[in-house]
């Protein structure tokens, strides 16, 4: 469990060892390019996915790790250390590990796509009217700085702080990281249309999950929580039977909010999460968010304005923006050994109790 080697510096060795991974453990391997993006270094961007398991099993437990495209180092750690460690499935069941659902984030380390959208609120309905997000335009004026130093960043959570006095802790979490469809420049933006990532999921979900009767998702993110720790979000309705599964199978912990520090959780519009439920309305579908904790909410809040002026305003000052890039990628994505060895140790268990969930009767 203490094989750190699993974690990569860029996107390219972090996908051949997931890759390695899947082929030595026996698994099937499927990828899907990205038509015209490419990583830093010039590389081919893939969204990978190993199936472990038979292919027409009625049981899939998937597991997804980069929908915030730079939290998906850990992730992948986690999927290969799982892959190495000789895993035995129950009868009639699979295991569908997603690798890199953002692959341009992941290789830019970034959580964003190629277009600054989010794609964990990029699962809306682009047929209809985009949601409204009112509260967004309010904040977006001070939140869009153009100079990146200790006063100006103090001025914009002044006036975040006030907002969320007038407004209260709910109808705050909504307008800041919600999602929003109307500023390009600004955080948590959901885009105006599907990303690839979007439909490159969507295609993998089809084809390798969507024959089956019973299926469990969990998705890995890194962020807002417990420093060595992880949480679970779980957003199906109270008392109803998904809820009821993922407390059986991950423990009280996945409902009851156990280390979120969130005075109020946002409603999200757009999650990957929502999408797999949506798009198999014929199976028993549970779904979980994992977030390995990284750093307090008012640290994440300054990263998620980090990532927008490196983004716009970034070039103009390459010196500034590049330690402002060290700060960020540590919130993400933690060099401490300590954190990566909870990050395999805990990810091995709960992706365990997620096999033998989905695959039990
Ligand atoms: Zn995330």
């Not at 089956?212 to 949480?231: N, Q, Y």
């Given at each position: 469990m203490t094989d750190l080697a699993g974690f990569s510096d860029s996107y390219a060795e972090a996908r051949k060892k997931f890759v390695d991974a899947a082929r030595r453990a026996g698994a099937k391997l499927a990828s899907y390019q990205h038509?015209?993006?490419?990583g830093p270094g010039g590389e081919a961007l893939y969204l990978d996915v190993s199936v472990l398991g038979p292919g027409d099993a009625s049981k899939v437990f998937i597991v997804g790790s980069g929908t915030h495209g730079i939290e998906g180092y850990p992730g992948s750690a986690a999927q290969r250390a799982w892959l190495r460690g000789r895993p035995r499935l129950p009868k009639d069941t699979a295991v569908?590990?997603?690798?890199?659902?953002?692959?341009?984030?992941?290789?830019?380390?970034?959580?964003v796509t190629e277009e600054n959208v989010d794609l964990n609120r990029n699962f809306i309905d682009f047929s209809r009217p985009l949601p409204k997000n009112r509260g967004y335009e309010d904040l977006?004026?001070?939140?869009?700085?153009?100079d990146w130093n200790e006063e100006a960043i103090a001025g914009?959570?002044?006036?975040?702080?006030?907002?969320?006095?007038k407004v209260g802790e709910k109808a705050f979490s909504d307008a800041f990281n919600g999602g929003q469809y109307t500023r390009?420049?600004?955080?948590?933006?959901?885009?105006?249309?599907?990303?690839?990532s979007n439909d490159a999921f969507r295609a993998a979900v089809e084809?390798?999950?969507?024959?089956?009767?019973?299926?469990?998702?969990?998705?890995?993110?890194?962020?807002?929580?417990?420093?060595?720790?992880?949480?679970?979000?779980?957003?199906?309705?109270?008392?109803s039977p998904a809820r009821e599964r993922a407390r059986a199978w991950w423990g009280e912990r996945a409902v009851n909010l156990q280390g979120v520090t969130h005075k109020k959780l946002a409603t999200y519009n757009g999650t990957i999460i929502g999408a797999v439920t949506e798009m198999l309305p014929s199976a028993e579908v549970t779904c979980v968010?994992?977030?390995f904790g990284t750093r307090p909410r008012h640290e994440m809040q300054r990263a998620s304005m980090a990532q927008r002026w490196m983004r716009f305003e970034?070039?103009?000052?390459?010196?500034?923006?590049?330690?402002?890039?060290?700060?960020?990628?540590?919130?993400?994505?933690?060099?401490?050994?300590?954190?990566?060895?909870?990050?395999?140790?805990q990810s091995q268990e709960f992706i365990d109790r997620g096999v033998a969930g989905v695959g039990g009767s």
């Open positions: 038509p015209d993006q490419r569908v590990f997603l690798h890199a659902h953002n692959p341009w984030g992941f290789a830019h380390k970034t959580r977006h004026p001070a939140i869009a700085i153009r914009v959570f002044a006036g975040l702080d006030a907002y969320r006095g390009e420049d600004g955080i948590f933006y959901g885009g105006t249309r599907p990303q690839w084809t390798h999950v969507g024959r089956a009767r019973k299926v469990a998702f969990m998705d890995l993110h890194t962020g807002i929580g417990p420093w060595c720790e992880h949480i679970y979000l779980c957003f199906h309705p109270e008392g968010v994992v977030v970034g070039p103009r000052d390459p010196v500034l923006a590049a330690k402002v890039r060290r700060e960020y990628e540590a919130a993400f994505y933690p060099a401490e050994p300590e954190w990566r060895r909870a990050v395999l140790a």
